[in-house]
């Protein structure tokens, strides 16, 4: 060989887009590190154990009065709830989609482009859908059903504002869970059914076990968007004010979210009230980040156990 | 060539059978006039044969020619794909296997199936070989340690893996994985076996013991085998038969298609010409 493979020529254009992409991760970097910093400098003063520990007895505004407690317990309440109800209707249609339809079929077309639809819906579209569905349509129907004449269901309350939350989500937890179900190899069901198993216990023994990753992935991602959402809950469960704790899921509650844009528009003097403000977002962010935190921890114990055994 | 092709009845074969007893096995799947459908297309096309118990019969052929997708009639696989349509009977000791009223369950817990790619349950070794038998509704321990031992002892694992029955069955090699699928389908007791390719991923020494493996489980089992590779049809089976675009073109004793086959199809594919 009569080379000597010395480079000869910089490669001006790999150099440009690995710097470009670069960029793009800094910028993005800056961006976090900067709504951070802001929350954290401007709302650090106002953050204390007590701020998170008590309620603020209407004294809302009051800098020395102030606290989250009741807001920490209803967006909590509120996003458990919703996932409650959002992972079996997402899991079971989701099933039906991969495991149970005909792919070539109708019907399967038409619930595949209504899952996407609804994930396109804005939000607040939704808060209204449960303003009348939820609580105009079925609340008030059980009440008359059950005899009540004073409304006990057809009011805004917790179950409602979760339930509504939970038609936002359901189709990130399908979209999702379809993807881990179709990752699974087709080798396994043929092997179980093979072996004498029906559908049915395909399903349950050999499909969900080894989709329960993918689903709980489905449940991290429904939480995350859910926790900081308020227009949903606006008119079906969220309250200015309430004293005390929500007891029943027919009670209104109090939410991290609405709180903020409370005292974003509601205060009678902005400059002086900035610090819970911000102390307040920052509660959100963490509480957001800890749901998170610990669906993911649930998430790779379920990977362990599957991983180790199955 | 797209005409049903004759089928030799054994009785009127040129080469003598090895045993007496060979004679006298009495047909346990009885297949007549059987013809497939994908929507329009045709993929096998009135397809007659005779497969008798306790031999291995192979079933070869290039690629395509149907001997999977027939295979798979014998134990209703067929049945989870969409658009398929059936014509024809499949008899499995005197049942029509196709008629309304079988129970698919049932026949599938008597023919057994083995797959072309290794696919043992995500779960521990013990648990692949009772997850069969928990279906059916065994229960005690105890009758599960039993068969789990002696179906893995049937399928030559059971000194591979006796100290580590609770390890995930993924930790196998692969040739351990298709004998563990082995051990899986025969711990339900089945009649047949149906065996796809079983040997077509594996290495040459992996494939021989799976080879001595089905030699040995004749004796208690019928076992139809689909095989690419025409050196293992005739190591291992007593009957062989040859398919060809959808049509049987011939059935008869594994030493005949190999030495004196009556159509020019198979001794142009048996000799390597095409295929």
Same mark, same amino acid.
């Given at each position: 060989?009569?080379?000597?493979?010395?480079?000869?020529?910089?490669?001006?254009?790999?150099?440009?887009?690995?710097?470009?992409?670069?960029?793009?991760?800094?910028?993005?970097?800056?961006?976090?590190?900067?709504?951070?910093?802001?929350?954290?400098?401007?709302?650090?003063?106002?953050?204390?154990?007590?701020?998170?520990?008590?309620?603020?007895?209407?004294?809302?505004?009051?800098?020395?009065?102030?606290?989250?407690?009741?807001?920490?317990?209803?967006?909590?309440?509120?996003?458990?709830?919703?996932?409650?109800?959002?992972?079996?209707?997402?899991?079971?249609?989701?099933?039906?989609?991969?495991?149970?339809?005909?792919?070539?079929?109708?019907?399967?077309?038409?619930?595949?482009?209504?899952?996407?639809?609804?994930?396109?819906?804005?939000?607040?579209?939704?808060?209204?859908?449960?303003?009348?569905?939820?609580?105009?349509?079925?609340?008030?129907?059980?009440?008359?059903?059950?005899?009540?004449?004073?409304?006990?269901?057809?009011?805004?309350?917790?179950?409602?504002?979760?339930?509504?939350?939970?038609?936002?989500?359901?189709?990130?937890?399908?979209?999702?869970?379809?993807?881990?179900?179709?990752?699974?190899?087709?080798?396994?069901?043929?092997?179980?059914?093979?072996?004498?198993?029906?559908?049915?216990?395909?399903?349950?023994?050999?499909?969900?076990?080894?989709?329960?990753?993918?689903?709980?992935?489905?449940?991290?991602?429904?939480?995350?968007?859910?926790?900081?959402?308020?227009?949903?809950?606006?008119?079906?469960?969220?309250?200015?004010?309430?004293?005390?704790?929500?007891?029943?899921?027919?009670?209104?509650?109090?939410?991290?979210?609405?709180?903020?844009?409370?005292?974003?528009?509601?205060?009678?003097?902005?400059?002086?009230?900035?610090?819970?403000?911000?102390?307040?977002?920052?509660?959100?962010?963490?509480?957001?980040?800890? %749901?998170?935190?610990?669906?993911?921890?649930?998430?790779?114990?379920?990977?362990?156990?599957?991983?180790?055994?199955? | 060539?797209?005409?049903?092709?004759?089928?030799?009845?054994?009785?009127?074969?040129?080469?003598?059978?090895?045993?007496?007893?060979?004679?006298?096995?009495?047909?346990?799947?009885?297949?007549?006039?059987?013809?497939?459908?994908?929507?329009?297309?045709?993929?096998?096309?009135?397809?007659?044969?005779?497969?008798?118990?306790?031999?291995?019969?192979?079933?070869?052929?290039?690629?395509?020619?149907?001997?999977?997708?027939?295979?798979?009639? %014998?134990?209703?696989?067929?049945?989870?794909?969409?658009?398929?349509?059936?014509?024809?009977?499949?008899?499995?000791?005197?049942?029509?296997?196709?008629?309304?009223?079988?129970?698919?369950?049932?026949?599938?817990?008597?023919?057994?199936?083995?797959?072309?790619?290794?696919?043992?349950?995500?779960?521990?070794?013990?648990?692949?070989?009772?997850?069969?038998?928990?279906?059916?509704?065994?229960?005690?321990?105890?009758?599960?340690?039993?068969?789990?031992?002696?179906?893995?002892?049937?399928?030559?694992?059971?000194?591979?893996?006796?100290?580590?029955?609770?390890?995930?069955?993924?930790?196998?090699?692969?040739?351990?994985?298709?004998?563990?699928?082995?051990?899986?389908?025969?711990?339900?007791?089945?009649?047949?076996?149906?065996?796809?390719?079983?040997?077509?991923?594996?290495?040459?020494?992996?494939?021989?013991?799976?080879?001595?493996?089905? %030699?040995?489980?004749?004796?208690?089992?019928?076992?139809?085998?689909?095989?690419?590779?025409?050196?293992?049809?005739?190591?291992?089976?007593?009957?062989?038969?040859?398919?060809?675009?959808?049509?049987?073109?011939?059935?008869?004793?594994?030493?005949?298609?190999?030495?004196?086959?009556?159509?020019?199809?198979?001794?142009?594919?048996?000799?390597?010409?095409?295929?």
């Amino acid at each position: 060989m009569s080379g000597k493979f010395k480079k000869e020529r910089l490669d001006w254009s790999s150099f440009f887009f690995t710097g470009l992409s670069l960029l793009a991760v800094l910028f993005i970097l800056l961006m976090l590190f900067l709504i951070v910093g802001n929350i954290v400098v401007n709302g650090w003063s106002q953050f204390s154990w007590g701020f998170l520990t008590r309620g603020s007895e209407g004294e809302m505004f009051d800098l020395a009065k102030a606290g989250v407690w009741p807001m920490i317990f209803g967006t909590t309440a509120r996003v458990l709830l919703m996932t409650i109800f959002v992972i079996p209707v997402g899991v079971i249609t989701a099933l039906y989609l991969t495991e149970y339809g005909k792919a070539s079929s109708p019907t399967i077309k038409v619930i595949r482009a209504a899952v996407n639809n609804l994930a396109g819906v804005p939000s607040i579209v939704f808060g209204l859908f449960g303003l009348g569905f939820f609580i105009q349509f079925i609340g008030q129907n059980m009440d008359g059903v059950l005899g009540r004449t004073e409304a006990l269901w057809g009011k805004p309350s917790l179950i409602w504002a979760s339930m509504t939350l939970a038609v936002m989500t359901l189709p990130v937890v399908i979209v999702t869970t379809e993807e881990s179900l179709r990752s699974i190899p087709p080798g396994l069901r043929e092997a179980s059914l093979a072996l004498g198993a029906t559908k049915l216990e395909t399903v349950l023994f050999i499909v969900l076990p080894q989709a329960l990753p993918g689903i709980l992935t489905g449940g991290i991602l429904a939480i995350s968007r859910a926790a900081g959402e308020v227009a949903p809950i606006l008119f079906t469960g969220a309250a200015y004010y309430i004293h005390g704790l929500p007891r029943a899921l027919t009670d209104e509650f109090m939410d991290l979210g609405y709180h903020i844009f409370i005292l974003t528009t509601q205060s009678p003097n902005i400059e002086k009230t900035r610090p819970i403000l911000y102390a307040t977002v920052m509660v959100l962010l963490m509480l957001t980040f800890l %749901l998170n935190i610990v669906a993911i921890l649930i998430r790779a114990q379920v990977r362990k156990k599957l991983r180790s055994l199955g | 060539m797209m005409s049903p092709m004759t089928i030799m009845p054994p009785q009127k074969l040129d080469s003598p059978p090895a045993g007496a007893a060979v004679m006298d096995a009495p047909p346990l799947i009885v297949v007549d006039k059987l013809s497939l459908y994908y929507g329009t297309s045709q993929a096998l096309k009135n397809i007659s044969i005779s497969i008798r118990e306790k031999m291995v019969t192979a079933f070869i052929g290039p690629s395509g020619c149907g001997k999977s997708t027939f295979l798979r009639c %014998l134990n209703r696989m067929n049945d989870l794909i969409d658009n398929v349509r059936i014509e024809g009977s499949v008899q499995i000791a005197h049942h029509d296997i196709y008629s309304p009223d079988v129970d698919v369950i049932e026949l599938r817990k008597k023919v057994g199936m083995v797959f072309q790619r290794s696919n043992p349950f995500p779960k521990s070794i013990y648990d692949n070989i009772t997850y069969g038998l928990r279906l059916h509704g065994v229960k005690r321990k105890s009758d599960l340690d039993t068969i789990v031992e002696r179906s893995l002892q049937q399928a030559a694992l059971w000194d591979e893996v006796k100290d580590r029955l609770q390890t995930s069955a993924l930790g196998l090699s692969g040739g351990q994985q298709q004998r563990l699928c082995i051990a899986r389908a025969i711990a339900i007791q089945p009649e047949v076996i149906l065996m796809d390719e079983p040997a077509s991923a594996l290495d040459p020494i992996a494939t021989a013991k799976i080879e001595e493996l089905i %030699l040995d489980l004749k004796k208690d089992f019928t076992i139809v085998i689909v095989t690419h590779n025409m050196q293992q049809a005739a190591r291992i089976s007593d009957f062989t038969a040859f398919f060809f675009i959808g049509s049987l073109i011939e059935y008869d004793r594994t030493r005949k298609i190999f030495t004196n086959p009556t159509q020019k199809q198979t001794e142009d594919y048996v000799t390597g010409r095409f295929g």
